[in-house]
């Protein structure tokens, strides 16, 4: 039977006519879609912030993330001092730089167990107590405090008469105070006097009920392990499941009421701030396209994400915050994050947070840090919770 095909091509619409003896049939194919996104799950988290001229967004996204567990806990939203964390992480690293002798990485860069690691330890506090700001700042530029703090550090590991030389930690508590403002034995919050282990019971924070996951190849599944990237100073141990897992871990969380802290790369060029989105396109032609327009992305393997960290194409160059999920018109989910770059940061109106795409979130996502009662129930199980 003889059939005619003929195209008829329009500026917007593609038509495509089918001939069959007297019958016409007439199919719309798809055309570019312009993001269109609706909330699935928002949870109650603080506003967003900048870090300034810092590299504290570990403390800044897990922060933000202690908030909504306070919140979750108290049903107050304290403003927690970020700076706090990041004073008495600082001695920490420089300890661990001198007693390795200088053959590791110093940087102002952590991950979100150092900060749970300075709460078990030293407690809370608000910002109202602790700023980290001084003279009048109002935006933090920490530019100078790692080539100082480094300057006392080899000074001491180079001296060869160690006995002799003045104690670096003094100096390091000194360059600390004068950016950062000595920290606080005592305060008033909403009238009353705290102290910082005090403070923290007013929010009902255990650092211990939280646990870090990631999904590596090199290591064995259902185990723990450190792993071996450059801010993991302290040497935290990361606990290893299935990718699979690691997404259905994020999303039951989530649907539970559970944020969570992540930490990824986004040296991506379809990682944007600007527009709000992080997407993993599967045709490279794509890379600018999708920034606005929903496209084909591609399938992310356990051995492709492996590749990727391997290659270093994947490094934990950022921390931020999960605080909910939204999805696009045509029913795909995009965690929704919040960054630490400011509100003002964004062309399409997301005001400082990142719809994810799972897609790019299951090859450039380095760990999350969860509540433990988030986690399903397989997982208590394995874990023995």
Not at 53 to 81: P, Q, R, V
Not at 177 to 204: A, R
Not at 236 to 250: K, S
Not at 263 to 272: G, L, M, Y
């Amino acid at each position: 039977m003889k059939k005619t095909f003929f195209t008829l091509f329009l500026l917007f619409t593609t038509t495509l006519f089918y001939a069959q003896e007297d019958n016409v049939i007439n199919v719309q194919l798809p055309t570019e879609q312009k993001y269109e996104f609706t909330p699935v799950i928002d949870i109650e988290a603080s506003a967003v912030k900048s870090q300034g001229n810092t590299g504290t967004c570990w403390s800044y996204a897990s922060s933000s993330f202690l908030e909504s567990e306070i919140y979750k806990n108290t049903g107050e939203m304290i403003d927690i001092s970020e700076m706090y964390n990041v004073r008495h992480t600082y001695p920490k690293k420089a300890w661990n730089y001198v007693m390795r002798q200088g053959k590791i990485q110093f940087s102002e860069g952590g991950l979100a167990h150092d900060v749970f690691n300075s709460v078990a330890t030293y407690g809370l506090v608000p910002e109202s107590a602790y700023s980290g700001l001084k003279n009048g700042k109002t935006k933090h530029d920490h530019s100078k405090i790692v080539p100082e703090l480094k300057v006392v550090l080899d000074a001491y590991i180079k001296n060869d008469k160690k006995s002799e030389y003045p104690s670096w930690t003094t100096s390091v508590d000194s360059i600390l105070d004068l950016h950062l403002g000595k920290v606080p034995t005592t305060f008033f919050y909403d009238g009353i006097m705290y102290d910082p282990l005090t403070f923290l019971k007013k929010t009902k924070i255990q650092a211990s009920d939280y646990i870090t996951l990631t999904s590596f190849k090199h290591q064995p599944y259902n185990t723990s392990f450190v792993l071996n990237i450059p801010d993991n100073f302290s040497n935290g141990l990361f606990y290893n499941i299935t990718l699979d897992a690691l997404v259905h871990e994020t999303d039951n969380a989530l649907k539970q009421g559970y944020t969570i802290a992540l930490d990824c790369d986004v040296s991506e060029k379809t990682f944007s701030a600007k527009y709000g989105v992080a997407i993993l396109p599967k045709n490279i032609e794509d890379q600018e396209k999708c920034l606005t327009y929903v496209v084909e992305e591609n399938t992310v393997s356990p051995e492709l994400r492996q590749q990727e960290f391997e290659n270093y194409n994947t490094t934990d160059d950022h921390l931020m915050h999960i605080v909910g999920m939204v999805k696009d018109q045509n029913g795909n989910e995009y965690y929704k994050v919040k960054n630490s770059w400011g509100a003002k940061v964004g062309k399409i109106g997301n005001n400082g947070y990142i719809y994810m795409s799972k897609a790019f979130f299951r090859l450039k996502t380095i760990s999350i840090l969860v509540n433990k009662s988030a986690l399903s129930n397989n997982l208590k199980n394995d874990l023995k919770i």
